[in-house]
């Protein structure tokens, strides 16, 4: 496969930085890694696929991926994690030919994309489940540019190994960065540790945490103490940020780009060059803290949407939620950290400009100042006009630890329930939450705004709300059809917290 038929995204784009894109140390042969179902493949690059006139093939199956040496049996779109890069301009469609080899049925979603609800890829509401062995066409445009992320929305399906980046490119690109870099954070313990079915069916039968780490720990991603994943007590996975227990997992490994902290990815840059990240959390139980040893960041986009550009040590992000920040590059190796919000380990990337290694794995920025949602204003053109509701919705986020039953307003999911309103309707969504773990609260086919007091808050499709608090949201009925409503902690989501709201 040569990167000579891929037309760059945006004029601006060389040739150059879609190997950078593409395969990063791996390099042009990465660019569409070949399906090789149960056998090994390196996890780290992203393989480019890149929509245009025909269906491209995503081919979530069974695969090995390495894991630093150590191989690792897991489901994977196109034989690696993250799968395949899906790459298009604003207004311009994808297309992708899904054929589901795995041994359970699966459907694709789109996150963050206002699309056609038909392609919305959420079983038995948007689209028929996709049976094994058999394909499904997606085609829609993506009609606002940004940093998305695709997975299934089927089951414990995501905590494998089934999510890849999309990336909507801006025809009107403003720039102001020379390179680019993609980063997925995931927390991981399918092939390695118990699989995240069985931590399910422990949570739900009030056995506890952890992911029963069963390698003897060598290649356990903890920076401090030991801990003994297996039998990790309730109550000891703790943060601030998120207003209490951070979460009900505690994962044997965490991932920057499908690669665990022994073999990082490196990202080289020239000192003094521009570097835009695109952060994305596919995590399922973890909230990912991040920082860049040595370096400021400069928050340019939340959840694919832009914001006025605030600077910032650390950010957090919550699992479906995405950064976009512009960082600078220094000379030397800098270590790049996402620590695991109040869990202890952590993933782990380089920034390299110039020579040099990392001497210690250690970020200051990680202590110092962190951004929150509040922090962030979104640009004139993010705005979402000020009026006032015509509906309101009233959520009240629920559940608890003990009894492994999330709900919203009471119920656990039932397809029979649905928030309605009109198409034009200005919505809007209180969310409650009265139980005592933090929820990343994410509405399908619509980008909602954070309302922030008088203020005009981030545009985002994902937001945390932390435990007692209550967050609210508004957007615009623009999207007909049934749309997911739901916490993106895989596991809670699992246990029923998912509504439906319908755009009539
Ligand atoms: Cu990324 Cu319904 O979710
Ligand atoms: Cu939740």
Partial sequence: MSTERFDSPHPRFSRRRFLVLAGGAAGATALIRPVRALAAVPSSGFGLVQTQATPKAIIAGPAVIDLAGRRARTWAYNGAVPGPLVRVKAGEPVRVKLTNMLEDTTTVHWHGIALPNAMD???DVTQPPVAKGSSFDYEFIAPDPGTYFFHPHMGMQLDQGLYAPLIVDDP???????EEWIIVLD??????????????????????????????????????GSMDHGNM???????????????????????????????????TATPGQRVRLRIINAGSDTAFRFAIAGHRLTVTHADGFPVLPIDTDAVLLGMGERIDAIVTCRSGASPVIA???GKGGSARAVLRGGTGKVRRWEAPELEKQLLTVADLSP????????????????LELGGNDMTYKWTINGSAYDPAVVYPSSLGERVRLVLQNTST???PMHLHGHTFAVVNGGAPGARKDTVIVTPGQTMTVDFDASNPGKWMLHCHNTYHLEAGMMTTVQVA
Avoid: C
């Fill in 121 to 123: 890829g959420v079983p």
């Fill in 172 to 178: 009107s690109e403003p720039g102001g960065y020379d």
């Fill in 187 to 224: 927390d991981w313990t399918d092939g390695v540790g118990r699989s995240p079915d069985k931590i399910l069916a422990r949570l739900q039968r009030g056995m506890g945490m952890g992911s029963g780490n069963t390698s003897g720990g060598e290649d356990m991603n903890m920076d401090m």
């Fill in 233 to 267: 007590a309730a109550g000891s996975m703790m943060s601030d940020a998120l207003g209490g227990m951070a979460g009900d997992v505690a994962y044997p490994l965490y991932l920057i780009n499908g690669r665990p902290p022994k073999d990082p990815e490196t990202f």
């Fill in 339 to 341: 620590r695991a919000e």
């Fill in 379 to 394: 640009t004139d053109a993010a705005i979402l006009a000020p009026r006032e509701p015509d509906r309101v919705h009233r």
């Fill in 437 to 439: 773990m933090w929820h």
